[in-house]
Antibody
Framework: EVQLVESGGGLVQPGGSLRLSCAAS????????MSWVRQAPGKGLEWVSA????????YYADSVKGRFTISRDDSKNTLYLQANSLRDEDTAVYYC???????????????????WGQGTLVSVSS | QTVVTQEPSFSVSPGGTVTFTCGLS??????????PSWYQQTPGQPPRTLIY???TRSSGVPDRFSGSILGQKAALTIAGAQADDESDYFC??????????FGGGTKLTVL
């Protein structure tokens, strides 16, 4: 059974930093791209970042580019999101999601998210 | 910046059929480039993947959920709506180069 378990959320002051983690199990973590998606209270889903197989490709929404860094440790089956210079508008539940694809060249591309974690809440407030 | 558009809300009677759409502020949605997918979310829960690559149902999704391209938009149709279909529905489009954009979501009321 695929499981994605996020951790690392919490209350942080504006300008502060957090590192979110997503522990994966039940599939070959190193073979798939991964992504972070967030949802502000009462709002819709917002794609935040993605990382390809091997970590050679990293991608960001404009809203977080230059402040957030996505990474992965395939030896620990764990995805990370380092969030710096946090702002009030970064307050959200952060979900990690599995991409059933490498994000490399493909003929039968699957550019969607097939499994989701339960999320971790990040609150940015003074 | 590309905006993905969805109807904010819809109502359907139990047993009825409803179709939501997912469009682009500029241009048409295509299966081969945008790989449209749909997600269902109830309050306090993570999203559930319903449809990917326009019309492929995820494992365990009932066949009353179907996806298509209607004109220039992706579409999600629920046939024979049930009370527990009352949820928020989000579409997701792939924009290339590792970038995705969600639509704003459609809130479905079954009454």
């Amino acid at each position: 059974e695929v499981q994605l378990v996020e951790s690392g959320g919490g209350l942080v002051q504006p300008g502060g930093s957090l590192r979110l983690s997503c522990a994966a199990s039940g599939f070959s973590f190193s073979s798939y791209a991964m992504s972070w998606v967030r949802q502000a209270p009462g709002k819709g889903l917002e794609w935040v970042s993605a990382i390809s197989v091997g970590g050679g490709g990293t991608y960001y929404a404009d809203s977080v580019k230059g402040r957030f860094t996505i990474s992965r440790d395939d030896s620990k089956n764990t995805l990370y999101l380092q969030a710096n210079s946090l702002r009030d508008e970064d307050t959200a539940v952060y979900y990690c999601a599995k991409v059933p694809d490498s994000l490399g060249q493909c003929t039968d591309c699957k550019r969607h998210f097939d499994y989701w974690g339960q999320g971790t809440l990040v609150s940015v407030s003074s | 910046q590309t905006v993905v558009t969805q109807e904010p809300s819809f109502s359907v009677s139990p047993g009825g059929t409803v179709t939501f759409t997912c469009g682009l502020s500029s241009g048409s949605v295509s299966t081969d480039y945008h790989h449209p997918s749909w997600y269902q979310q109830t309050p306090g829960q993570p999203p559930r993947t319903l449809i990917y690559n326009t019309n492929t149902r995820s494992s365990g999704v009932p066949d009353r959920f179907s996806g298509s391209i209607l004109g220039q938009k992706a579409a999600l149709t629920i046939a024979g709506a049930q009370a527990d279909d009352e949820s928020d529905y989000f579409c997701l489009l792939y924009m290339g180069r590792g970038i995705w954009v969600f639509g704003g979501g459609t809130k479905l009321t079954v009454l």
